[in-house]
C-alpha cells in the first residue's frame, strides 16, 4: 500500500510505493487531473483550469482502500485517486506508450530477408500478427509484406487495415512507372537517388506503402537507406555539419499546372530532447536555396557531407521488389530510390499510397489495449 503525506508548504503530496519508490505530486497537477473533471465516455478534460487559483493549497491527505484522498483547503471539492494512477503519472516521467518503440538501426548490410516481414492474409485477417508486424515496422522503418493479391486495390486494402489514407496532390494513391508527360521523376525510367517524398509539404507523409504489382523490366532495382543511421554517424564524425542541417531550414517546392506547394524545413527535424525524429532529403524538389551568402559555403559542405553519405554502400541496401510484394516504410526515416530501367524490356508497375504516422502509432495503440483485455 502506498503511504502520502503532505509536502512543505501544502501545495505538493509525497508518495511513496512498498517497492521504494517515491514522488512529489503538485497540488495544481492534482487539481487539474481530477478523475470527476473529465467526461466519462469521452475521456476528455472538462475541468476549466483558470476556475481554480494555481497556487490552490490541500487541506487533507488521506489514503482509502490504497485510494489517495485529497481535500482542497479552498471550498468543499475532494479528489480520489487510484495507486495506479499516480504510480502510471509520476511527473517527470512519461506516460507509457505502446507505441513508443525504440528505433533499430540497420546499414548497407542488411537484406530484403532480414527485414520484418508478413503475409497479406496474416495481416488482413490476424489483428495480433498485425500488431507485432506494426511494432517492427516502427522498430526498423522498413518491411516487406508478400503474397499480395494480383489486384491493383490490394496494397489500399492492407493499408485502409492500419488507418486512413493520406491524400496529397497527387491523390489517395499513385502509380509509378513511367508516363509520358511526366510531372515527377517517379513517372520516368531514369534512376532515383535516395530521398524522402514531399519535403515541400507542411507535413511529409508517414508510412508508404509501395505494392508492386509488376516488374519485368531490365533494371528498375530498388535501394533504401536508414536516415536514422546516416544522422547518428554524421553527428559523431562532424558535429558542425550536422548541427547545421538541424536548424537551418531550407526551401522545398514542387510545381506543375495545378499545384505550387513550397515550404521550408530543416535537412535534420529534432525533437525536444534532441533526438532525431525525421529527415527531410529529397535534392530534386530542394529549391533554391535562400540563406544569407555568408552561410552558404559551410551549409552547401553539410548537404553535401549527407547527400553523399546517401550514396555510400556502407547505408544503402539494395534489392529487387517482385510482382506480388509490398514494401512499407517511414518516408521520414527511411530514404528509397531505384535504378534506371529499360520500358522496351518489360512492364514495371507499383501502386503506392501514404498512411501518416500519427494513423500508424494509433492502430499499435488500440490493438495493444485489444490484445491486453
Same mark, same amino acid.
Given at each position: 500500500m502506498i503511504t502520502a503525506h503532505l509536502h512543505g508548504d501544502a501545495r505538493a503530496i509525497d508518495?511513496?510505493?512498498?517497492?521504494g519508490r517515491s514522488a512529489t505530486f503538485p497540488a495544481i497537477f492534482l487539481?487539474?487531473?481530477?478523475? /470527476?473533471?473529465? +467526461?466519462?465516455? $469521452?475521456?476528455?478534460?472538462?475541468?476549466?483550469?483558470?476556475?481554480?487559483?494555481?497556487?490552490?493549497?490541500?487541506?487533507?491527505?488521506?489514503?482509502?482502500?490504497?485510494?489517495? $484522498?485529497?481535500?482542497?483547503?479552498?471550498?468543499? +471539492? =475532494?479528489?480520489?485517486?487510484?495507486?495506479?494512477?499516480?504510480?502510471? +503519472?509520476?511527473?517527470?516521467?512519461?506516460?507509457?506508450?505502446?507505441?513508443?518503440?525504440?528505433?533499430e538501426?540497420?546499414?548497407?548490410?542488411?537484406?530484403? &530477408?532480414?527485414?520484418?516481414?508478413?503475409?497479406?492474409?496474416?495481416?488482413?485477417?490476424?489483428?495480433?500478427?498485425?500488431?507485432?508486424?506494426?511494432?517492427? =515496422?516502427?522498430? =526498423?522503418?522498413?518491411?516487406?509484406? !508478400?503474397?499480395?493479391?494480383n489486384d491493383a486495390e490490394a496494397g489500399m486494402t492492407v493499408a485502409r487495415r492500419i488507418g486512413f489514407l493520406r491524400e496529397t496532390n497527387?491523390?489517395?494513391?499513385?502509380?509509378?512507372?513511367?508516363?509520358?508527360?511526366? &510531372?515527377?521523376?517517379?513517372?520516368?525510367s531514369h534512376a532515383l537517388p535516395l530521398h524522402t517524398d514531399l519535403p515541400n509539404q507542411e507535413l511529409a507523409p508517414g508510412f508508404q506503402f509501395l505494392h508492386c504489382l509488376a516488374?519485368?523490366?531490365?533494371?528498375?532495382?530498388?535501394?533504401?537507406?536508414?536516415?536514422?543511421?546516416?544522422?547518428?554517424?554524421?553527428?559523431?564524425?562532424?558535429?558542425?555539419?550536422?548541427?547545421?542541417?538541424?536548424?537551418?531550414?531550407?526551401p522545398f517546392r514542387f510545381q506543375d499546372n495545378g499545384y505550387d506547394i513550397r515550404n521550408h524545413h530543416t535537412v535534420i527535424q529534432l525533437d525536444h530532447s534532441g533526438a532525431v525524429t525525421e529527415l527531410r532529403i529529397n535534392a530534386h524538389i530542394a529549391s533554391v536555396f535562400d540563406m544569407p551568402a555568408d552561410q552558404m559555403q559551410t551549409y552547401y559542405r553539410a548537404y553535401q557531407t549527407i547527400l553523399g553519405m546517401t550514396?555510400?554502400?556502407?547505408?544503402?541496401?539494395? !534489392?529487387?521488389?517482385?510482382?506480388?510484394?509490398m514494401v512499407i516504410f517511414d518516408n521520414r526515416r527511411a530514404l528509397h530510390g531505384r535504378a534506371a530501367f529499360d520500358p522496351s524490356t518489360g512492364f514495371r508497375h507499383l501502386r503506392g499510397c501514404y498512411v501518416d504516422?500519427?494513423?500508424?502509432? /494509433?492502430?499499435?495503440r488500440v490493438l495493444s489495449r485489444v490484445n491486453a483485455s
Open positions: 508518495v511513496a510505493w512498498p517497492d487539481r487539474d487531473n481530477c478523475p /470527476s473533471g473529465f +467526461h466519462p465516455q $469521452t475521456l476528455e478534460r472538462e475541468f476549466d483550469l483558470t476556475s481554480v487559483d494555481v497556487d490552490i493549497e490541500i487541506g487533507d491527505v488521506s489514503l482509502d482502500n490504497g485510494d489517495l $484522498t485529497v481535500t482542497w483547503k479552498a471550498g468543499d +471539492h =475532494t479528489s480520489r485517486f487510484s495507486a495506479d494512477w499516480l504510480s502510471a +503519472h509520476t511527473p517527470g516521467t512519461a506516460f507509457d506508450d505502446p507505441a513508443d518503440v525504440m528505433p538501426i540497420w546499414r548497407g548490410t542488411t537484406s530484403k &530477408t532480414d527485414l520484418p516481414s508478413a503475409t497479406a492474409a496474416d495481416l488482413l485477417s490476424n489483428d495480433s500478427r498485425l500488431l507485432a508486424f506494426l511494432r517492427e =515496422t516502427k522498430r =526498423t522503418g522498413l518491411s516487406i509484406v !508478400t503474397d499480395m493479391a497527387f491523390g489517395q494513391t499513385f502509380e509509378v512507372m513511367s508516363k509520358p508527360d511526366p &510531372t515527377n521523376l517517379a513517372y520516368t516488374n519485368e523490366a531490365d533494371g528498375g532495382g530498388s535501394t533504401f537507406c536508414d536516415g536514422f543511421a546516416i544522422a547518428q554517424d554524421l553527428k559523431a564524425q562532424d558535429p558542425d555539419a550536422f548541427n547545421l542541417l538541424a536548424t537551418v531550414p531550407i550514396r555510400a554502400p556502407a547505408y544503402v541496401m539494395t !534489392t529487387r521488389l517482385e510482382g506480388g510484394e504516422r500519427g494513423e500508424f502509432e /494509433s492502430r499499435i
